[in-house]
């Protein structure tokens, strides 16, 4: 099971692994059940992780050290 420590990469392949799991619906019903909520719980921190990303990534910095905030609107444009 993923801790906060793991990556991104690794978080997503452990979802995507209980995903398959739940999907082949091999998994008995009690198993299933503790395989979906730990995919809740890692699709939520991967949704932290992207947010926080998305943020930094947002923010644009001029070569003199002024930051900017990208416009979601119109990413060719950084708002003043």
Known sequence: MPTKKNNFEEQLNSLEKI?????NGNVPLEDALKEFQEGVKISR???KKLTSAEEIVAKLIDSDGTEHKLD???AAAPED
């Open 19 to 23: 995903v398959t799991n739940l999907e």
């Open 72 to 74: 979601p609107n119109n």
């Open 45 to 47: 921190e991967l949704d």
